[in-house]
């Protein structure tokens, strides 16, 4: 299987700090994406990120990625307590035709 | 939600009746999308759609059928439902194959 896989599960952190978490893959992609998921509801699109990409900044993300280590990871600066959610990164792959593979996700709660 | 709708959002069902999941856009993008989630395994594919009449089976397609005759509508048929398809079943569209993808508010299936 191609499918991401998030590090850690779990994640606590203080209001104000910042959270970092880490997707490595096994196949090569086009491109790779990471989603955040409220309890109860759908997947959000956050950021997408090529292959001939290093790092990429929206807001206070910050994404970077690997391609030699088959590996990303997302960076939440200045976190809130909204920003508890689970988030998952998804990877294309170069054969895969136009499907992506999720990972299982890290839990992130972040304590007012 | 990205004017992408689910119906019906909460369904409990016997083993062994057929079941059909409607998803719904009004962005007119071309890919569509049926995950299903459970825990400890993340999303995973079942179908997808890059067309009208135009599917492809996912990783998890097996029990499952998909159409699509229109391209706001893309219907997943669990033929014969089994207690290992209680799920949250999420559809997505998507532009291009490559690009975001926006996901629905999901169903929660139960199958008794």
């Known amino acids: 299987s191609q499918q991401g896989e998030e590090d850690p599960q779990a994640l606590s952190i203080q209001e104000g700090e910042n959270a970092t978490m880490n997707c490595s893959y096994k196949t090569s992609i086009n491109n790779l994406q990471w989603y955040r998921q409220n309890s109860g509801r759908g997947l959000v699109h956050l950021i997408l990120?090529?292959?001939?990409?290093r790092e990429k900044h929206s807001g206070r993300l910050r994404v970077t990625l690997d391609t030699s280590k088959k590996s990303s990871s997302l960076l939440i600066t200045a976190s809130r307590a909204a920003d508890t959610a689970s988030y998952f990164c998804?990877?294309?792959?170069?054969?895969?035709?136009?499907?992506?593979?999720f990972g299982t996700g890290t839990s992130l709660t972040v304590i007012p | 939600d990205a004017g992408i709708t689910q119906s019906p959002r909460h369904k409990v069902t016997e083993t062994g009746t057929p079941v059909t999941l409607r998803c719904h856009q009004t962005?007119?993008?071309?890919?569509m999308y049926w995950y299903r989630q459970d825990p400890g395994h993340g999303l995973r594919l079942i179908h997808y759609s890059y067309g009208v009449k135009d599917t492809d089976k996912g990783e998890v397609s097996d029990g499952y059928s998909v159409s699509r005759s229109k391209t706001e509508d893309f219907l997943l048929t669990l033929e014969s439902a089994t207690s290992s398809q209680t799920s949250v079943y999420f559809c997505?569209?998507?532009?291009?194959?490559?690009?975001?993808?926006?996901f629905g508010p999901g169903t929660r299936l139960t199958v008794l």
């Open positions: 998804a990877t294309d792959g170069l054969r895969s035709g136009n499907q992506f593979y």
């Open positions: 990120i090529r292959s001939n990409e």
């Open positions: 997505a569209i998507s532009e291009s194959g490559y690009n975001e993808q926006f």
């Open positions: 962005e007119n993008h071309r890919y």
